[in-house]
Nanobody
Framework: QLQASGGGLVQAGGSLRVSCAAS????????MGWFRQAPGKEREFVAA????????IYADSVKGRFTVSRDSAKNTVFLQMNSLKPEDTAVYYC???????????????WGQGTQVTVSS
Protein backbone atom coordinates (compact mmCIF):
# COMPACT_ATOMS: atom_id res chain seq x y z
CA GLN A 1 0.00 0.00 0.00
CA LEU A 2 2.99 2.31 0.47
CA GLN A 3 5.63 2.24 -2.23
CA ALA A 4 8.88 4.14 -1.73
CA SER A 5 11.04 5.03 -4.71
CA GLY A 6 13.75 7.41 -5.85
CA GLY A 7 16.69 6.07 -3.91
CA GLY A 8 20.09 5.72 -5.48
CA LEU A 9 23.78 6.51 -5.30
CA VAL A 10 24.87 10.12 -4.82
CA GLN A 11 28.09 11.85 -3.86
CA ALA A 12 28.49 13.61 -0.57
CA GLY A 13 27.08 17.12 -0.78
CA GLY A 14 24.59 16.10 -3.42
CA SER A 15 20.80 15.93 -3.36
CA LEU A 16 18.17 13.27 -3.82
CA ARG A 17 14.40 13.16 -3.55
CA VAL A 18 12.61 10.03 -2.48
CA SER A 19 8.89 9.55 -2.91
CA CYS A 20 6.25 7.41 -1.30
CA ALA A 21 3.07 6.64 -3.21
CA ALA A 22 0.03 5.17 -1.52
CA SER A 23 -2.32 2.80 -3.23
CA UNK A 24 -5.30 0.76 -2.21
CA UNK A 25 -6.47 3.31 0.33
CA UNK A 26 -6.15 7.01 0.92
CA UNK A 27 -3.67 8.27 3.48
CA UNK A 28 -4.73 11.89 3.22
CA UNK A 29 -5.91 11.93 6.84
CA UNK A 30 -2.79 10.22 8.17
CA UNK A 31 0.49 11.52 9.45
CA MET A 32 3.22 10.43 7.04
CA GLY A 33 6.70 9.73 8.29
CA TRP A 34 10.11 8.77 7.00
CA PHE A 35 12.45 6.44 8.85
CA ARG A 36 15.81 5.00 7.89
CA GLN A 37 17.85 1.98 8.80
CA ALA A 38 21.58 1.65 8.25
CA PRO A 39 23.31 -1.75 8.32
CA GLY A 40 23.68 -3.00 11.86
CA LYS A 41 21.63 -0.17 13.31
CA GLU A 42 18.08 0.22 14.50
CA ARG A 43 15.48 1.94 12.37
CA GLU A 44 15.40 5.62 13.27
CA PHE A 45 13.02 8.49 12.77
CA VAL A 46 13.88 11.02 10.06
CA ALA A 47 10.89 13.28 9.47
CA ALA A 48 7.12 13.45 9.63
CA UNK A 49 4.37 15.65 8.23
CA UNK A 50 0.86 16.14 9.53
CA UNK A 51 -2.20 15.21 7.50
CA UNK A 52 -2.73 18.85 6.50
CA UNK A 53 0.93 19.43 5.71
CA UNK A 54 0.94 22.31 8.16
CA UNK A 55 3.24 20.71 10.71
CA UNK A 56 6.55 18.96 10.24
CA ILE A 57 9.16 17.53 12.58
CA TYR A 58 12.68 16.36 11.89
CA ALA A 59 15.44 14.42 13.54
CA ASP A 60 18.23 16.72 14.69
CA SER A 61 20.65 14.95 12.36
CA VAL A 62 18.74 16.04 9.24
CA LYS A 63 17.23 19.34 10.32
CA GLY A 64 18.06 22.09 7.84
CA ARG A 65 19.07 19.58 5.15
CA PHE A 66 15.94 17.48 4.59
CA THR A 67 12.43 18.64 3.77
CA VAL A 68 9.30 16.53 3.96
CA SER A 69 6.24 17.46 1.92
CA ARG A 70 3.08 15.85 0.66
CA ASP A 71 0.69 16.03 -2.25
CA SER A 72 -2.55 14.70 -0.83
CA ALA A 73 -4.32 14.90 -4.18
CA LYS A 74 -1.77 12.43 -5.53
CA ASN A 75 -1.56 10.43 -2.30
CA THR A 76 2.20 10.94 -2.32
CA VAL A 77 4.75 12.13 0.22
CA PHE A 78 8.26 13.33 -0.58
CA LEU A 79 11.57 13.64 1.23
CA GLN A 80 13.95 16.12 -0.35
CA MET A 81 17.47 15.46 0.88
CA ASN A 82 20.16 18.08 0.38
CA SER A 83 23.79 18.31 1.50
CA LEU A 84 23.88 14.55 1.85
CA LYS A 85 26.53 12.94 4.01
CA PRO A 86 27.92 9.40 3.99
CA GLU A 87 26.20 8.84 7.35
CA ASP A 88 22.85 9.36 5.61
CA THR A 89 23.39 6.04 3.83
CA ALA A 90 20.49 3.75 4.74
CA VAL A 91 17.31 2.15 3.54
CA TYR A 92 14.60 4.79 3.76
CA TYR A 93 11.08 3.76 4.70
CA CYS A 94 7.85 5.69 4.55
CA UNK A 95 5.12 5.01 7.05
CA UNK A 96 1.66 6.21 8.02
CA UNK A 97 0.29 6.94 11.46
CA UNK A 98 -2.96 8.17 12.99
CA UNK A 99 -1.07 10.35 15.49
CA UNK A 100 1.70 12.89 14.99
CA UNK A 101 5.03 11.92 16.47
CA UNK A 102 8.49 10.40 16.20
CA UNK A 103 7.95 7.05 17.84
CA UNK A 104 8.08 4.10 15.50
CA UNK A 105 5.25 2.44 17.42
CA UNK A 106 2.81 5.11 16.21
CA UNK A 107 3.18 4.04 12.59
CA UNK A 108 0.89 1.18 11.57
CA UNK A 109 1.54 1.12 7.84
CA TRP A 110 4.97 0.73 6.27
CA GLY A 111 6.42 0.76 2.78
CA GLN A 112 9.13 -1.58 1.59
CA GLY A 113 12.02 0.90 1.64
CA THR A 114 14.38 2.41 -0.90
CA GLN A 115 18.18 2.35 -0.67
CA VAL A 116 20.06 5.64 -0.45
CA THR A 117 23.84 5.45 -0.68
CA VAL A 118 26.05 8.50 -0.22
CA SER A 119 29.65 8.12 -1.30
CA SER A 120 32.46 10.16 0.22
Amino acid sequence: QLQASGGGLVQAGGSLRVSCAASGRTFSSYVMGWFRQAPGKEREFVAAISWSGGSTIYADSVKGRFTVSRDSAKNTVFLQMNSLKPEDTAVYYCAAAASFGRRRELYAYWGQGTQVTVSS
